[in-house]
Nanobody, 131 residues
């Protein structure tokens, strides 16, 4: 099975920064790895899971939620199937569990923020923004 592991979460003050990491592993030869996309999502208690950002391996296409654009930056390392999410100027309302997910079917693109298109999910990493 494909596994995704998130790390880098923790507790920071408002206005602080964190860098989250997502590493995917467990690929087998039947899988075509010419294309993959990784999305970051977050879910706060009592709230729906929402898309934060996404990156594609084919054209380095990226996308961001309006609420994080200009503060968050996504980047990838193809050889290690690793994606980083740099998060600056964090706000208390961004306290949530952050998840990464991978799509290898080519389903993302304009639908990147639809959680149902992704094939495998990590267990999440907690981010707490408070004074």
């Amino acid at each position: 099975q494909v596994q995704l592991v998130e790390s880098g979460g923790g507790s920071v003050q408002p206005g602080g920064s964190l860098r989250l990491s997502c590493v995917a592993s467990g690929f087998t030869p039947p899988m075509n790895l010419d294309y993959y996309a990784i999305g970051w999502f977050r879910q706060a208690p009592g709230k729906d899971r929402e898309g934060v950002s996404y990156i594609s391996s084919l054209v380095s296409e990226t996308a961001y939620a309006d609420s994080v654009r200009g503060r968050f930056t996504i980047a990838r390392n193809d050889n290690k199937y690793k994606v980083l999410l740099q998060k600056n100027s964090l706000k208390p309302e961004e306290t949530a569990v952050y998840y990464c997910a991978i799509d290898y079917k080519g389903s993302a693109g304009s639908n990147w923020n639809r959680s149902q298109i992704y094939d495998y999910w990590g267990q999440g990493t907690q981010v707490t923004v408070s004074s």
